[in-house]
């Protein structure tokens, strides 16, 4: 405990590099993913060849992916640019094919009521099936940001600064309360940026408050008139105050 006051300011800044090395695939891997995801979902004889490629980019060991990347892209070993790039792979791996089957379960009326009414394609995929597809698309994203706060830790082992730093350093010096400060800021972080991801799901589909609200309320509703059809219970219900919602 000692160790963990005397050194609060460097947690802190180590869990910023974190993050900045936690958002950035994030952000990269919704932008790759989405069209990928669009593309499997429209033309059917890719799909399963797009998602068994992103599928087979998961199975990559990240150590070995990070350690291999510097040659390829020409990059410094130290530099977090080889970081960056394994974490992108990997979220772009696993929400494509969450994108794909967010895209699946847009309901066809929908669809083909927005092309009745005059819709061109792009237009209908801004305002029709990607916000449809939104709710799914938030909970593969969140999927993604705990992955990859998990996996920047990694990148200490091959010079990153982060968080995985104070694993390293704690296990060479033989620091326990170090290790455990790690850990514990690793994952305040990513039940923080979960979170965060959530709120941000919750506003971009308002209307899935409202039906959630509409269908309790229906669900209360038939209770009631079940309640009504059988005999004695709308006398208990009188005691017990059990007609309210």
């Known amino acids: 405990m000692t160790w963990i006051l005397a050194n609060l300011g460097l947690i802190g800044d180590l869990m910023l590099v974190h993050l900045r090395l936690s958002l ?4 990269v891997s919704i932008l790759v993913a989405v069209p990928l995801g669009r593309l499997a979902h429209r033309v ?19 150590l070995a992916l990070i350690t291999l990347l510097p040659p390829l892209l020409g990059t410094p070993v130290l530099s ?12 772009v791996a696993l929400l494509t094919r969450s994108v794909a089957d967010a895209f699946d379960a847009v309901d066809a009326d929908v669809v083909r009521s927005a ?22 698309i938030v909970a593969g994203t969140r999927v993604v940001a705990v992955s990859t706060v998990s996996l920047v830790t990694v990148g200490a082992l091959v010079g990153s600064r982060n968080l995985g730093s104070l694993f390293t350093d704690g296990l ?19 039940l923080v940026l979960d979170l965060v991801i959530a709120a941000v799901g919750r ?9 959630g609200t509409s ?11 079940h309640r009504a059809e059988v005999p004695g219970t709308a006398a208990e219900d009188a005691v017990t105050g059990g007609g309210a919602a």
């Open 24 to 27: 950035i695939p994030v952000v």
């Open 44 to 62: 059917g004889w890719l799909r399963g060849g797009v998602l068994s490629v992103v599928g087979l980019l998961y199975t990559i060991p990240s």
């Open 80 to 91: 977090d640019v080889n970081v960056l790039v394994a974490l992108g792979l990997y979220g």
């Open 115 to 136: 092309m009745a009414v005059g819709y061109t394609p792009l237009r209908r995929f801004w305002t029709v099936e990607l916000p449809l597809a939104v709710p799914v």
């Open 172 to 190: 060479q010096r033989g620091i326990v309360p170090e290790i455990v400060a790690g850990i514990v800021a690793t994952v305040v972080l990513a």
């Open 203 to 211: 506003a971009l589909t308002p209307w899935a408050r409202v039906s």
């Open 215 to 225: 269908g309790a309320a229906r669900r209360a509703s038939r209770r009631r008139a």
